[in-house]
């Protein structure tokens, strides 16, 4: 059975919508891993707890508050349309906001795993040669990490590939917009159109498979702890 118009453009909102989240998330999570990997902060655990909380905190709950935050009430949609834009509520912006937050730990911990493994020494060996701390980041960091960052990245897609409550409650479903693969399949289901949602979910289901057995079989090769 081929996908309708609307699957279609549900399937390819859910994959921009992936693949910008995890952009920004390792463009956002690399540094903030960093810190966390490397700071002697005494009170790091509870915003270690926060950054995890996505993990066990129900999509509702959290798209509910989200859904309040960018609301034109809320502190960000209340600036973004004090500024002279719509609040981004129920738009492509706000979805990718909420993924971001949504998958934050799905991101950070693997990058933050990898790289509290970093030798000292070998940061101290860069900065003998007077690589700077931005040099040895990237010179020494980054390649020795490669790992971690390819198992955040798919993890990171995956996680949003698959999210359900959280853009449900912030990005509803208008078709062409904010109408993810996800949400889809829901109305699929809720109209008895087991065919069409046998399809999508099929879809989604061999996605996800694929991208975790690549995140498993590059670890088991690279000598990592599976996640």
């Known amino acids: 059975m081929m996908l309708s118009d609307a699957d279609l453009s549900a399937l390819l909102i859910t994959l921009e919508l992936a693949l910008i989240t995890t952009i920004i998330l390792i463009a956002v999570g690399a540094p903030f891993a960093w810190w966390l990997a490397r700071t002697r902060f005494k009170l790091k655990f509870l915003i270690e707890a926060l950054v995890a909380l996505p993990l066990i905190l129900p999509p509702t709950v959290l798209g509910f508050y989200l859904l309040l935050a960018l609301g034109p009430n809320g502190p960000i949609g209340g600036i973004v349309e004090w500024l002279g834009s719509k609040p981004p509520v129920f738009t492509f912006a706000g979805l990718v906001f909420g993924s971001v937050i949504y998958s934050l730990p ?31 980041f990237f010179s ?88």
């Open 106 to 136: 799905f991101v950070v911990q693997p990058l933050q795993n990898g790289f509290q493994n970093v030798a000292e020494g070998s940061l101290e060996a860069a900065a003998t040669l007077g690589a700077s701390r931005f040099d040895r």
């Open 140 to 227: 020494v960091v980054v390649p020795m990490t490669r790992p971690s960052f390819l198992t955040a990245s798919i993890l990171g897609f995956a996680h949003t590939v698959g999210e359900f409550g959280v853009v449900l409650m912030i990005g509803g479903s208008i078709p062409g917009e904010t109408k993810v693969v996800s949400i889809a399949i829901y109305e699929h289901v809720e109209a008895l159109e087991y065919a069409q949602a046998h399809v999508l979910s099929a879809l989604l289901l061999i996605v996800s498979f694929v991208l975790l057995a690549a995140v498993y079989a590059f670890n088991r090769r690279s000598g990592l702890i599976r996640i």
